[in-house]
């Protein structure tokens, strides 16, 4: 496989929004190619990066003197780390209306806050995941479904940079001695590094704080907490439930994911393919997979996340509803080869407790048998996935 760029489908995004924004922000987790791509697409642009001490030195001591040196174009990466810098941009691009700059960063956390604040409507947000499955499709064509969810799809990956067994113990590493501790004050470690693990144990399944907290040892307000930062930093997702009744949706148990399974399989101390392949968390790894490349397809367009769940007191469950223009497509999600006619069963009785119209519905699974002419559809995922 080549080292070269791979073409990442947030790119032709950013290049149509930069058309309407003098700033463009870039957030995503450490190592999901945010630098490579804006420094591919703005080559002419100047580049600064804030982990450089002299370059944040520099930012801190003289920031209006950091953004004068180019009357042009500015990639700044990591901006989170000086956020003063943020309110003279905004000045900047008040008074010079053709100065562009371009913003990433690896902490939504701190960066959101201070780029929401200083760059109202000034700014365009988009938001980097791991390589989605459809712009490295070719290159994992030789490639089985538990080698794909083993692996992950960090581009350090994908382009055979690194390897899983070496790449996800050093970034956790990483992420606990520098963001939790050094930018996130979380003081026991040990107790965190608790939590990342029985958070993937729970892959799929509704959160719930008190549980967590009697596991690790904390009360449930520093677990919501830990929640919060593993959200802000990229390392989760959490699946929100549909309910007709918006108000409802922001107070119900979201159910949990991780942004790569790769990440994920590390965490529950799978460290093979072939283990993968015996583990109860095979299933769910793989509905976790799903569920994220439907995720990145929406953040490669620029839009927000239309993704939820569907679950009621009577055990009726969907594992995917995306809504879309008025209509809600629903999908079950099985990693199973081989089908099964109860697979469909809980979306031929959609309309029975999904109260809005409906669209596509679909079963994705790890079979070769696919049908799109009836009533409810049956595609291999490699076939389906945007």
Known sequence: MSNSFINRELGQTLLEASSYFPVLCVTGPRQSGKSTLVNHLFPQYRQFSLEDLDVRAAAMSDPRGLLDQTSDGMIIDEVQRVPELLSYIQGIVDKQPNRRFVLSGSSNFALLRSVTQSLAGRVGMFELLPMAFSE?????????????????????????KN???????????TYLERDVRDLL?????????????????????????????????VDSKTITAWLSILQASYIIFLLPPYFSNTRKRLVKSPKLYFCDTGLACYLLDIESPQQLIRDKMRGP????????????HRF??????????????????????????QKIDGYEIKFSATFHPDFTSKLVRMREFVSADIGQRAVIYDGTLENDHSEVQLHNWRNFLP
Not at 138 to 150: K, N, P, R, T, V
Not at 151 to 160: D, M, R, T, V
Not at 166 to 172: A, E, G, N, V
């Open 136 to 160: 490295v499709r070719g290159m994992m064509a030789d490639l089985s479904l538990d080698e794909i969810l083993f692996n992950g799809l960090y581009p350090a990956i994908c382009s055979k």
């Open 163 to 173: 390897v899983a067994r070496f790449l996800y113990p050093s970034y956790i590493k």
């Open 185 to 217: 004050q979380v003081r026991n470690l040990m107790q965190f590094n608790t939590f990342i693990r029985l958070c993937a144990g729970r892959i799929g399944s509704l959160f719930n704080a008190s549980d967590l907290a009697g596991e690790v040892g």
């Open 285 to 296: 790894l793989f509905e976790n997979f799903v569920v994220m490349e439907a995720l990145k």
């Open 300 to 325: 490669n367009a620029g839009r927000e996340s239309n993704l939820y769940f569907y679950r009621d007191s009577n055990k009726n469950e969907i594992d995917l509803l995306l809504l879309t223009q």
